[in-house]
């Protein structure tokens, strides 16, 4: 979906007041560090000269315009391709179109973003010493490295912007966070040396490597997890119609329950509550979430099942049918009195049917064949309806076009107990007359049905959730550096982790609402259509199941990416559900190969770009 004009200009019109607030920030706050002194190693007090092998970083304004730019251009990206995962099993399964999610989850990214993204963030502490380490950064002593520092977290930006760029163009989902991690990995390792990387599982490259297979793996159990309860307990139900309508406050209330409390866990501003108050918000929240999907969700949804907008609709088609032909066999009635009494003066006693209109005497059976012929036609519709072997309401339209040919036995019995039926009767828009003994099928779909809000609302709630914890992954580099050139040398304020701004996650969550409007659509169709076929019931369990693994990991400390989640929900259940050949492996095998470039990939790209600006800010 092209980008409009209007978002263009406006981006263009956003980059220069970023690049030209950004010079104003840094040059106000370089007077506060005209002549700094620093703590030297092994000494009590200061004040120690700097040694000056590099420059003072607080006359690196350059560097804060061009990362304020390139920040714009990392959370664009970022929209365009992590943010939309959460979106992807909804368009699938094709619960909502393309240019409704993209719209929704833009809005839903910025709202999280803007309303609980600002606050401290620790996205460039993973993988690489902080600026503090002594051995490293030194931030805060007279050999201080922060100079190099701040054109590293640039190159940082820089790198992963451009992977992302080029993995949202090839339609592939990549992690974003294990972007920036490379390309601040890359920065450390050109600038201080591979002695200051940190390789452990809890913060570390180890975590990362391990995330490649944790993730996908454990997310793949939580999805076939929900895809079986949900399977057993209301789509093979007795009355699955029923059994979805009285399970339906209750996965809202589980899902949002889940999507609350991992939100409150990890945002920034209320990562300090504690785990009573979170619960207790969650609660709150969900139990309001669960009344409405009660009192105004349960009838919506009776209201609007499939079986009873078909009926209606089959009842409408008969109804006009009839009153065609009736109309119709009244005006022939009337031509052939008037033929007959023609006939009656010119011969007494002549047969009739030497006068008949040709094709009259099959008027009547016309009819009765295009009764049966509906019947036929509806029981064809049923008996494609998901079933416990093939639950998927997509298989009919597959490419091949072999579902035809392969009718089942039930579809055979649909289809000959209809063609049975008695050619006089009138339309029947009872599905269940229509079925025979056999109504499964239909509350089944009916049962299918009630997934698709429930869908819709989870991917909405996932996307403010992501909006609110990864947009910093395009914004803490960009803090740590206009943090590095307001306070200079001086250790205080420079040397601990970034703040994003309340007004940097504004415009940087516009930047990700831009981009999945604009380009979201690429990694939506692969993970959503490329991948596996999907109802809404199996979309809900994937999605669902990757949020649930997302929370548990998070919180016992697990080392996880969303986006390797989300495809290996997908995978997981598509498997369960249809079997191991209804999964595209070449497609997962390529998905698989850009999560392994990803990493050295933005460590090539930005150890070469720090390199070549080292040089440009020695003393």
């Not at 580099?477 to 206009?482: D, R, T, W």
């Not at 400390?557 to 997981?572: D, E, F, L, N, R």
């Not at 999560?595 to 930005?606: D, E, G, N, R």
Request: hydrophobic share 45%.
């Amino acid at each position: 979906m092209p980008m409009p004009l209007g978002i263009h200009v406006g981006v263009i019109l956003l980059l220069l007041i970023i690049m030209l607030s950004s010079l104003s920030l840094a040059h106000g706050s370089s007077l506060e560090s005209e002549e700094s002194s620093c703590p030297s190693r092994g000494l009590p007090s200061p004040p120690y000269v700097y040694d000056g092998a590099f420059v003072d970083p607080s006359r690196l304004q350059w560097v804060v315009a061009l990362s304020g730019v390139v920040g714009v251009a990392m959370a664009f990206a970022l929209g365009a391709n992590d943010s939309a995962n959460s979106w992807a099993t909804s368009v699938g399964s094709g619960a909502i179109s393309v240019r409704s999610a993209c719209l929704i989850g833009g809005i839903c990214e910025w709202l999280g973003a803007s309303l609980l993204g600002y606050g401290v963030s620790g996205t460039i502490r993973h993988g690489a010493a902080p600026p503090a380490d002594e051995n490293c950064w030194a931030c805060g002593y007279c050999d201080s490295k922060m100079a190099l520092f701040t054109v590293g977290m640039f190159s940082a930006l820089c790198s992963a912007a451009i992977f992302l760029a080029l993995a949202t163009y090839t339609s592939m989902p990549v992690s974003t966070t294990h972007a920036i991690v490379g390309g601040v990995v890359g920065s450390t390792f050109a600038m201080v040396g591979g002695d200051c990387l940190v390789w452990k599982l809890d913060g570390g490259l180890g975590g990362i490597v391990a995330s490649w297979v944790v993730s996908p793996a454990f997310a793949g159990i939580m999805g076939i997890f929900v895809y079986l309860t949900t399977e057993y307990t209301i789509l093979r139900a007795k009355s699955p119609r029923n059994a979805a309508l009285t399970a339906l406050p209750v996965l809202y209330f589980i899902s949002t329950f889940m999507i609350i409390y991992l939100i409150l866990m990890k945002a920034k501003p209320t990562k300090g509550l504690s785990t009573l108050i979170r619960s207790i918000v969650s609660i709150l929240v969900s139990s309001g979430a669960a009344l409405v999907a009660q009192l105004y969700l349960v009838p919506l949804a009776r209201q609007s099942f499939p079986s009873e907008t078909s009926a209606q609709e089959d009842g409408f088609d008969a109804t006009a049918r009839a009153l065609a032909d009736s109309t119709w066999s009244e005006n022939a009635a009337f031509e052939g009195s008037n033929n007959n009494n023609s006939s009656n003066n010119n011969n007494n006693n002549g047969d009739e049917m030497e006068l008949r209109e040709p094709g009259e005497e099959d008027r009547t059976p016309s009819f009765e064949v295009s009764a049966e012929a509906t019947k036929v036609e509806h029981a064809r519709r049923q008996g494609h309806r998901p079933s416990l072997t093939a639950p998927l309401a997509g298989n009919r339209d597959r490419p091949d076009g072999d579902d035809d040919d392969d009718e089942t036995e039930d579809d055979r019995q649909l289809l000959g107990n209809a063609a049975a039926a008695s050619s006089s009767a009138p339309v029947n828009t009872n599905e269940t007359d229509i079925m025979g003994n056999d109504n499964y099928a239909v509350e089944r779909e009916d049962a299918v049905s009630i997934f698709r809000h429930l869908l819709v609302f989870v991917a909405a709630v996932l996307s403010f959730a992501h909006g609110a914890n990864d947009t910093a992954n395009a914004t803490a580099p960009f803090s740590a550096v206009v943090q590095a050139v307001r306070a200079g040398l001086h250790s205080e304020r420079s040397c601990g982790d970034p703040d994003d701004p309340w007004w940097v996650l504004v415009v940087a969550g516009g930047a990700v609402c831009a981009g999945i409007i604009s380009f979201g659509s690429r990694v939506m169709a692969t993970v959503g259509q490329g991948l596996t076929q999907m109802d809404f019931h199996l979309a809900f369990s994937m999605n669902l199941g990757s949020a649930t693994s997302v929370l548990l990991a998070t919180l016992f400390g697990w080392p996880i990416s969303s986006t390797h989640c989300q495809v290996g929900a997908v995978v997981a259940v598509g498997c369960a559900a249809m079997g191991v050949r209804e999964v595209q492996w070449g497609m997962l095998g390529r998905i698989a190969l850009s999560w392994i470039l990803t990493l050295p990939f933005a460590f090539v790209l930005s150890a070469g770009l720090s390199a070549v600006l080292r040089e440009a800010v020695r003393g």
